[in-house]
Every structure is written in C-alpha cells, then in structure tokens.
T-cell receptor, first 114, second 109 residues
Framework: EAQVTQNPRYLITVTGKKLTVTCSQN?????MSWYRQDPGLGLRQIYY???????DKGDVPEGYKVSRKEKRNFPLILESPSPNQTSLYFC?????????????FGPGTRLTVL | GQSLEQPSEVTAVEGAIVQINCTYQ??????LSWYQQHDGGAPTFLSY????GLEETGRFSSFLSRSDSYGYLLLQELQMKDSASYFC??????????FGKGTTLSVSS
C-alpha cells in the first residue's frame, strides 16, 4: 500500500530534550516536506526537500533541522525543543515539485513539549 | 507579504450546495489546490487548477481565475461526511504549498 508513515504518532517530552520524528514514504517520491498545524493558523511549511541531499527552509524553520540521506526518509529533528513547538506535525511527499502534483500526507505526530 | 484568505466557517444542510472561496496574494503562482481534512486526520488532496476555469470531480468542482487571484471549491449534494476542514493552497516556484488557514464546513441533517 502506498503510504507515508510517521513515528511516533504521539510524543510528550520536556524542554531541551532532543528528539527526532521519522518520516518514510514508499512511493519513490522525490519531493518531501514537513508542516506544522496549529489552531487557527492552518498548515505552515517547516522544511522541504526536492531530492536526496537537497533541503531548504520553509516558512517556519527556526528550531528545526532535517536531513535527506535516502530518498524514502526525511526525519525532522528538534535539537532543543521548547513549549512553542507543541503542535501537530505532518510529513508529506509528492512525485514532483511542480504544478498540479498531489501531496500525500502522513498520519501526523502530535507533539507536546512541557 | 503572502496570504491566502478563505472563510473560517461555513454551515449547510444535507443535499445543499456550498461554495468556499479563496483569494490569494503570493509572490509566485503555479496553481491552486484544495485539500480536505477530517478531525484528527491527515489532509487529503481534492483538486487542482493550473489554468483558469472549472475542474469537476464527482460532487466537487473547483474554479480558478488567475486574473482575479481567486478560486473556489464547490461542493454539491452535501452529505454529513463532508463535514471537515477545507484548505486552499498555492504552489510557488522553489517551495512547497502555501496553505490558507482553512474553512470548517458543518453539514447538518
């Protein structure tokens, strides 16, 4: 089954404790991205990657890191989480970065930083 | 700045027709997409307009006017299961999608 998976689905952590949220897709998509969703703010892009070893900042990259060493994986790293990073995070992938491409979203990771 | 404006809430009854508008102001434009998101779920793709005009997919249609920086999603024969949030999104060169803040559609019987 074609899908985007994220782990963990739920995470409660404390300020300053490094964490990684994994994202993997099995559709051989070149393009992957991370979004955060907060009430009233919609989905905001954190980072995106157009292919292996190619990443770039989105609208809200502060406090996050990403890497794209393999085509299928695009982990999101929070080196020193803070309470304002409490949010719902979605990973997404698509077959090309261009007009009309459908983005496939993972199930989401709900992160709480205390 | 860049912005996408859509109504925050819309209510309708089963069987009715609803139109959700989206106006955008962005530095680049490669097309307008619509996504649906049910409570607690992931966004799912509904439609895309790269050129002016109407695109129809079953009960859902989407329209784009690039000269007016405006589009809409039209939902016909509303069903209870259509209760969800709907997001318009603009694709820009070199970046991913820029999403609007979403419209919550409530369908009642």
């Amino acid at each position: 089954e074609a899908q985007v998976t994220q782990n963990p689905r739920y995470l409660i952590t404390v300020t300053g404790k490094k964490l990684t949220v994994t994202c993997s897709q099995n559709m051989n998509h070149e393009y992957m991205s991370w979004y955060r969703q907060d009430p009233g703010l919609g989905l905001r892009q954190i980072y995106y990657s157009m292919n292996v070893e190619v990443t770039d900042k989105g609208d809200v990259p502060e406090g996050y890191k990403v890497s794209r060493k393999e085509k299928r994986n695009f982990p999101l790293i929070l080196e020193s989480p803070s309470p304002n990073q409490t949010s719902l995070y979605f990973c997404a992938s698509s077959s090309r970065q261009g007009a009309g491409n459908e983005q496939f979203f993972g199930p989401g990771t709900r992160l709480t930083v205390l | 700045g860049q912005s996408l404006e859509q109504p925050s809430e819309v209510t309708a009854v089963e069987g009715a027709i609803v139109q959700i508008n989206c106006t955008y102001q962005t530095s680049g434009f490669y097309g307008l997409s619509w996504y649906q998101q049910h409570d607690g779920g992931a966004p799912t793709f509904l439609s895309y307009n790269g050129l002016d005009g109407l695109e129809e997919t079953g009960r859902f249609s989407s329209f784009l006017s690039r000269s007016d920086s405006y589009g809409y999603l039209l939902l016909q024969e509303l069903q209870m299961k259509d209760s969800a949030s709907y997001f318009c999104a603009v694709r820009q060169a070199g970046t991913a999608l820029i999403f609007g803040k979403g419209t919550t559609l409530s369908v009642s019987s």
